[in-house]
């Protein structure tokens, strides 16, 4: 194997490892949305609402950053 194979071997190495961590805190986040994030109906307050709303924002930031929208576009 060649320097150069083995540094791409290496860097496709890296970038599975990172996707199987990024898999499995969407899979966690998935899993918490289902359950409402914990919240009880009955007594939800605007400070949960506030919270969602800022995840919400980041996780749209990084899909903007993928799919090059808003900001990211060329």
């Known amino acids: 194997m060649t ?3 083995a540094n791409q071997q290496r860097g496709l190495d890296a970038f599975m490892a990172r996707k199987a961590k990024f898999d499995a805190v969407l899979a966690e986040l998935q899993q918490a949305s289902v359950e409402h994030f914990g ?3 009955e007594a939800v307050l605007w ?6 709303a800022d995840a ?4 749209k930031d990084i899909a903007d950053q993928h799919f090059r929208r808003g900001e990211y576009a060329p």
């Open 39 to 41: 919240a009880d109906a």
């Open 3 to 5: 320097k150069q194979e």
């Open 56 to 59: 919400t924002a980041k996780l």
């Open 47 to 52: 400070g949960e609402a506030a919270w969602l």
